[in-house]
């Protein structure tokens, strides 16, 4: 099949090639019809949409970035990040449980899991059937991701895990959960091993459900482990090899977070651009007002600016080029970037901004967690500073 790679235009300003294109189109008409008028009611009710994922799954969009022969949609990250953003413009806790059954949740059994592994576990988190989480934190643990508490101590051909993980998206709706815990202390980070853990295993519980001040549509759960007996094969690759894992993980998952932060910004500036053409104050739309066009044109250029680094960054990985600064860098700008549109877009509309009668509250809330999850601002610095040599 030959390729065509379309140049930007006005309709196609980053290189985009038609594949993307028309999945862009696919994934945001599936946004607006499916997504969107569910938004507020689960931010309200903190209700996880399962449905909406269903959906998702017979979409073709679950996998959408993994191998086909298990049910995946063998399309690149690029692909997988632009429908991350289309569905976060319009609703941020169902693009975060998305970003997190995919990058996190079923990303480290298709990069090391061994065949019979990938057979039994990927065709029904590819199709929807099941829901991918991804279990590293713990309450003593988060930015200290090598500090673990949870242990998984050998037994023969199984292993027996305890401990508490907490601050775990999706685990209410997962047929498994990968779970990292420590298999050799003394060897710290590299003591540190990840295992498919079956949610029906006996001593397997969900703990806690967070409050949380957005993504309320998300699950954030804490995970009860009693002495779960977990057997050796499902252990995803050598013993001690859990850390080098995450840090993997994370790279991608990073990008996809930068993603996530992208479309809500996108989705708070367009509320705000409508609101600012059709509210007048003395005698004009109040976007003819010096003050508020500035904002505005700021917002926009953050925005496009954050795009571009999300884009580069997804385009590293596809190349299979390293993406470790890049994904750390466009997840830290387009975070902080999508928390100073979203406070601006709520400024735009005023007392109408701060009330639920508009999504730019919601969307200011939702935007938060992206300066915190998958390594907060801070450690994004921290990883950004070593790779350039400090």
Request: aromatic share 6%; net charge neutral; charged share 20%.
């Amino acid at each position: 099949m030959t390729i065509t790679i379309i140049p930007p235009s006005v309709n196609n300003h980053y290189g985009l090639l038609e594949q993307q294109l028309a999945l862009q189109e696919l994934v945001r008409d599936f946004a607006q019809r499916e997504i969107k008028p569910l938004a507020a009611e689960i931010d309200e009710k903190e209700s996880y949409p399962s449905q909406t994922f269903k959906k998702m799954g017979e979409l073709g969009l679950m996998g959408l970035p993994w191998p086909e022969e298990y049910g995946g949609g063998g399309a690149d990250y690029l692909s997988y990040v632009i429908a991350i953003e289309e569905i976060a413009k319009v609703c941020g806790s169902t693009a975060l449980s998305y970003a997190a059954h995919v990058s996190l949740g079923t990303a480290p059994i298709v990069l090391f899991g061994t065949p019979a592994q990938k057979q039994r576990w990927l065709p029904a988190l590819c199709s929807g059937r099941s829901v991918g989480s991804w279990a590293l934190t713990e309450p003593q643990a988060g930015s200290d991701a090598a500090c673990l508490n949870t242990v998984a101590l050998r037994d023969g051909n199984e292993y027996i895990l305890s401990g508490v993980k907490q601050f775990i998206t999706n685990p209410p709706f997962s047929e498994a959960v990968i779970v990292m815990a420590m298999t050799d202390r003394l060897k710290g980070n590299n003591g540190i091993s990840s295992f498919i853990v079956p949610a029906s295993s006996e001593g397997f519980a969900i703990g806690k459900h967070e409050k949380k001040l957005g993504m309320r549509g998300s699950p954030t759960c804490e995970i009860i482990l009693r002495n779960v007996r977990v057997p050796a094969d499902q252990r995803l690759g050598e013993e001690n090899t859990g850390f080098k894992q995450a840090m993997k993980t994370l790279d991608g998952g990073r990008i996809s977070i930068g993603a996530l932060a992208l479309g809500i910004a996108q989705g708070a500036f367009a509320e705000a651009l409508a609101y600012a053409n059709a509210r007048s104050a003395f005698g004009r739309p109040i976007g003819k007002h010096q003050a508020i066009a500035h904002m505005l044109a700021e917002m926009s250029t953050q925005i496009h600016g954050a795009r571009l680094m999300v884009y580069h960054a997804a385009r590293l990985k596809d190349a299979n080029l390293e993406h470790t600064l890049a994904g750390a860098q466009a997840k830290l700008f387009a975070s902080e970037m999508a928390m100073k549109v979203t406070t601006d877009a709520v400024q735009v509309l005023g007392g109408y901004g701060y009330v639920r009668d508009f999504p730019v509250e919601r969307m200011m809330r939702d935007a938060k967690l992206c300066e915190i999850g998958e390594g907060t601002s801070q450690i994004q610095r921290l990883v950004i500073a070593r790779k350039i040599g400090l």
